[in-house]
């Protein structure tokens, strides 16, 4: 069976800050037959090759988009495949997200992904940029990673052979391949009652309702922290940026480094803001900040 393809998918409908053209097509990945024809697909849709999941960390250009998105939809739930006292190791496909993974772990009792409470992507874009807050971050529970790349169709790595980074990773003493899919990952996550997991993960999560626009149209953070002393909100908070406006888009008056668009915003908007906030805490400051949402151009 070939995989389900859909033409000219629109990356605003797909993307959480609500903002994007369209691109050649989207290839929606299940089985590992679609992946043995996914060479061969890619050949004759022509086009850069994008994973896309949840598209909550996601800033793509205005216009058509010579892209073919590569999205899992494997639809299987989290499952356990071994437990001791001590802890559990669960195997969660790429495309589950997170919140249902959070929602599993509180059932099962098993603790350490509370700080992710909040964070609206799946678990493969999780991996793809070690996403964490609150001090937890996804890699620090990896044992193994299952992926997909082009040259060498669908291979595993342990967790010494992956090398989670500040929202990024990279394998271990080797080139990454020129893209890959993270398909599937095994975690390792201790016991902890399921009450105080839960609890953790409810209190987490209202702190960051209180000091995030968790309902609006965004990416979540637009900049990488440069230093714990220096978090780039508080930069831009002090340059002036925060409630900012140009068009649509605007940062946050609630958190000066959540971009949000307002309804109408447009992606040239939004480099035009991150750019002018980019240049002005150079000035100010001396400090050259990085972006963490992934543009696509
Ligand atoms: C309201 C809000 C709050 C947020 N809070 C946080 C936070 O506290 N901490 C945090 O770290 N992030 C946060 N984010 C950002 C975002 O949710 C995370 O980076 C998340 O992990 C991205 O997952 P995704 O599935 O949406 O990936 P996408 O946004 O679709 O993609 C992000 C990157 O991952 C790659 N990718 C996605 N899936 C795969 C895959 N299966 N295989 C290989 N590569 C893949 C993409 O190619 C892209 O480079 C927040 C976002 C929002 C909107």
């Known amino acids: 069976m070939q995989p389900e393809i ?36 890619l050949k004759k849709l022509g086009g850069r090759p994008f994973v896309l999941g949840r598209g909550s960390n996601i ?3 205005d216009g058509e988009l010579p892209l073919v998105l590569l999205r899992l ?13 001590s802890c559990a190791l669960i195997s969660v496909s790429g495309d589950v997200p997170l919140p249902v993974l959070l ?10 992904l509370e700080g992710l409470a909040g964070i609206p992507g799946t678990l493969g874009g999780a991996v793809a940029m070690n996403a964490g807050s609150f001090g937890s971050e996804i890699g620090n529970f990896l044992t193994e990673v299952e992926f997909y790349a082009p040259e060498t169709g669908l291979f595993r790595k342990s967790k010494h052979e992956i090398n989670p980074m500040y ?10 391949a020129a893209w890959h899919i993270i398909c599937r990952a095994t975690l390792k ?36 922290n440069p230093s714990p002393e ?32 307002q309804g109408n915003g447009t992606s040239a908007q939004a480099m035009e803001l991150l750019n002018a906030a980019k ?14 949402v992934k543009t696509i151009p």
Request: glycine share 8%.
């Open 73 to 85: 939809q494997c639809t299987d739930k989290p499952t356990l495949l071994d437990a001791d006292e």
């Open 6 to 41: 859909t033409y000219t998918p629109s990356l605003k409908q797909r993307t959480t800050l609500r903002l994007g053209g369209t691109a050649i097509a989207e290839v929606l990945l299940s089985t590992d037959s679609h992946f043995a024809q996914l060479s061969d697909l």
């Open 279 to 292: 240049n002005t805490v150079k000035k100010n400051f001396g400090i050259d900040l990085e972006l963490e």
């Open 230 to 261: 220096f978090p780039a909100g508080l930069l831009l908070e002090r340059c002036g940026f925060k409630g900012k406006k140009l068009g649509g888009m605007m940062f946050s008056p609630l958190h000066a480094n959540f971009l949000v668009n």
């Open 59 to 61: 800033l793509a250009n």
């Open 189 to 224: 996550l201790p016991r902890k009652d399921p009450e105080a997991v839960r609890a953790q993960m409810q209190a987490n999560f209202q702190k960051k309702q209180a000091t995030q626009p968790l309902s609006a149209a965004s990416a979540g953070c637009a900049f990488k």
């Open 103 to 112: 929602s599993y772990a509180a059932e099962q009792g098993l603790g350490g």
């Open 167 to 176: 929202r990024n990773f990279s394998f271990s003493g080797q080139e990454s």
